[in-house]
């Protein structure tokens, strides 16, 4: 399923695997801004991804992320509209293989095509559009965030995922995460988009919330863990028990994984 907006000069393409017709369980978003669209959504929604574009002014495709959530529709599009991508030179490495992907990996966004990429510069200026390109590892290796300067519109990535994150995958660094969240800070964007499809107004209170709580929960962990606590413990003691996304991710994506992120060295 596949559902555009338009906000001010981005249109936000939320798309996702709708097993029902109707409903969709997790969305992701792309971004199109002047000819530039911004990640490709994931397997199942590549179809409606292309079609929707044709016929659309889009010359070039950056990628901030390998995830197979962000690159489900480069191989299509390279195909049928002739795109070519720019991408981080890791994450060019990592989507050009095949992806080994967890069994709920599979059924929400399905295994993309391998697809190539141009390796980014430090900025990229495509027609009216300058985007400044922002290293924030964080959320995964050769994770990138894009500033539009002129609008001071930040396209985020999948490094702020809401005001409280308190689950994490293996490949996550959270100690990274509150070093990239302070870049964002001190860029000042008047928005940012998400990928989660969330377009958030003057973000810099949120951003800046985040940062703030991350970095409690950090000293809140630190201090257990010096008290001799286990990870469990520090768990049950900070967030009473484990997410229920563990369970539903095959503990790909949990709490534990967060704390024992914090515990390890920055
Ligand atoms: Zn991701």
């Not at 900025?123 to 009216?128: D, I, L, T, Y």
């Not at 049950?236 to 229920?244: A, H, I, P, Q």
């Not at 095959?250 to 024992?260: A, D, G, R, V």
Request: with cysteine.
């Amino acid at each position: 399923m596949l559902k555009a907006t338009q906000v001010g000069d981005v249109t936000e393409i939320k798309m996702g695997r709708s097993l029902d017709g109707q409903n969709v369980r997790y969305w992701v978003a792309a971004y199109l801004i002047g000819g530039v669209l911004i990640d490709t959504g994931c397997d199942y929604s590549k179809k409606e991804l292309t079609d929707f574009l044709e016929g659309k002014q889009v010359s070039l495709l950056i990628n901030t992320h390998y995830h197979e959530d962000h690159v489900g529709g480069n191989a299509l599009l390279a195909r049928r509209l002739k795109l070519e991508g720019l991408a981080h030179p890791e994450t060019i490495r990592l989507m050009s293989r095949k992806y080994e992907l967890y069994p709920f990996q599979v059924e929400i966004w399905g295994y993309p095509d391998p697809s190539t990429a141009l390796p980014i510069g430090a900025a990229v200026k495509e027609g009216s559009v300058n985007l400044r390109v922002i290293e924030t590892p964080g959320h995964c290796r050769g994770h990138i965030s894009l500033f539009e300067e002129e609008r001071r519109i930040l396209f985020s990535g999948d490094i702020w995922v809401g005001e409280r994150p308190k689950t994490a995958r293996a490949e996550e660094n959270v100690h990274q995460l509150i070093s990239d969240l302070k870049k964002f800070e001190e860029i000042k964007p008047k928005i940012m988009f998400a990928s989660l499809g969330k377009a958030v107004a003057e973000p810099q209170k949120v951003i800046e919330t985040t940062r703030k709580y991350l970095e409690e929960t950090r000293d809140q962990v630190l201090r257990l863990h010096s008290e001799g606590k286990s990870s469990q413990q520090i768990l049950e003691e900070l967030f009473g028990r484990e997410s229920v996304l563990a369970s539903a991710t095959q503990n790909q994506l949990s709490t534990k994984i967060f704390i024992e992120s914090l515990l390890r060295e920055t």
